[in-house]
């Protein structure tokens, strides 16, 4: 560790960034509030971060290649690592490259203080997420074994039951924003169901797993509402074991401490909340907005778990993950990092590198090298719950409303950035009016207004051409360490024309159903 530095005279009284730090330039004043740029480094929070997050990254490299200096909230110095080999470099090497947020300088000389806006993110905590070495294969050890006793078949069962739930609350109206109406809520329905707190689900408590970690003024507070909630199913657990997630770690033979476990039972929620709910919006985004993404996933050309994981490479859920910190001097991407830097994992950066990716336009499909759940030992253990969640659940929705056509033009769209992820604040859909379901059963495939011709863009096959090859069956997805096999995950999505003759309105939703309540029944 290094010695606070020095204050800097002047009316700005906060110190100014210690020697090595990519904000040190001698001789020069503090920052003023509102540009997008300081001494040449650009600014990762603010106008330009939050309008157009990947413009700039794209200037970023431009201007320093691989990996950048850049400024968090409060002008906290810190690395942003673009490049797609660098970031995993980064995180396949905890040796030069630690998750222990105590090292980082900027809270040992008071640069980025306790109630700084992102101390819920960095501020260290008992878990897996800033251990490395033995203890953290101790925490997450708990996690994964924890992970691996959910029951996917009932997961995918709870999942189609809420998603039921909320299109029924709309269906009949015609019209809903799929984010604040659907994508926001499923998440959390589902994860609280699995942690053993489904009483817990609140709008209050959405919107805290929400605000908690964009660095806003109620960012802290957000937080304490949420630790609330889950120390009090802690001491229900100690006190009543059931089946559910927070009783396996309570249980685990690791010993977590109660402080431990309600801690990771944060991690978990808020990281499968999050990345769920924005990934879910941001397939239904593109369902609705690209004819040719549309047409390939109802022409059997293309899985909806193929349609999550083209988003996963184009829309990540996390745009960035701070932080690590580095153990001691050392070079990455042509950057000298000293000991105690900070750096941030560029998800979305890297999944655009033009040295893996030279057309962004490509389609990725069977390609998972993407870094959405970042790599290296600390990988989100729980990405397999977020991608049953969304395409089980957009699944169900489809089956529901499959004439849902985006109700206001792409370019109307409004979106949220902050340091970590972009949010798209609204999806404003309209549907033909229907009526509500039983919420028990799968989702049904109940005819509706006529499904409109949809167009494509994408040329008409030549007449006389070979048709498409068969449908297969999509790959298996799996929850936790356990595969789901591919018969449970459902054979048909609804069947969108995509510049074809209309389906025969008896025959489409009778596929559907068989389907269903064969992948219902496990067959």
Known sequence: MTTPSSHQSGSDDRPAPPPGCPAHVPGTARPRAGGTAVNGLRRLYGPEAENDPMGLYEKLRAEHGSVAPVLLHGDVPAWLVLGHSENLHMTRTPSQFSRDSRRWRAQHDGTAPPDHPLAPVFTWQPICVFADGAEHERLRGAVTDSIARIDHRGVRRHINRYSNRLVNEFCQDGRADLVSRFAEHLPMMVMAQILGMPEE???????????????????????????????????????????????????????????????????????????????????????????RFR??????????????????????????IFGRWAVGDTELGGKRVKAGDALIVGIAAANADPVV?????????????????????????????????????????????????????????????????????????????????????????????????????????????????????????????????????????PAFTAASPEPSPGNAPRRAWRAVTRWWSGH
């Open 295 to 320: 047409a390939r996933l109802s022409g059997g050309h293309m899985t909806l778990p193929e349609a999550v994981e083209q988003t996963l490479w184009d829309e990540p859920p996390f745009t960035t």
């Open 201 to 291: 689900y609140n709008e209050r408590l959405v919107q805290a797993a929400r605000d908690m970690i964009k660095g806003t003024e109620t960012a802290n507070e957000s937080n304490e509402y949420v630790m609330t909630v889950l120390r009090r199913l802690v001491a229900r657990r100690r006190d009543t074991p059931e089946e559910d997630f927070a009783t396996w770690l309570t249980e685990h033979p690791a010993g977590l401490t109660d402080d431990e476990v309600g801690q990771h039972l944060r991690l978990v929620l808020i990281a499968a909340y999050e990345t769920t709910a924005n990934l879910i919006a941001n397939v239904l985004r593109m369902v609705l907005t690209d004819p």
């Open 357 to 493: 990716r030279p057309d962004p336009t490509a389609s990725m499909r069977g390609n998972r090298a993407h870094l959405a759940f970042s790599g290296g030992p600390h990988e989100c253990p729980g990405q397999d719950i977020g991608r049953a969640i969304a395409d089980t659940g957009i699944d169900a929705l489809l089956l529901r409303l499959p004439d849902l056509q985006l109700a206001v033009e792409e370019h109307e769209l409004r979106y949220s950035a902050a340091l970590m992820s972009r949010q798209l604040l609204e999806l404003p859909a309209t549907f033909a009016p229907r009526p509500p379901q039983d919420v028990t059963g799968p989702p049904d495939a109940t005819p509706g207004a006529r499904r409109p011709q949809w167009r494509v863009d994408s040329p008409r096959p030549v007449s006389g051409s070979q048709p498409p090859p068969p449908r297969h069956s999509p790959p298996a997805e799996s929850v936790g360490e356990r595969a789901v096999p591919a018969q449970e995950v459902p054979r048909e999505v």
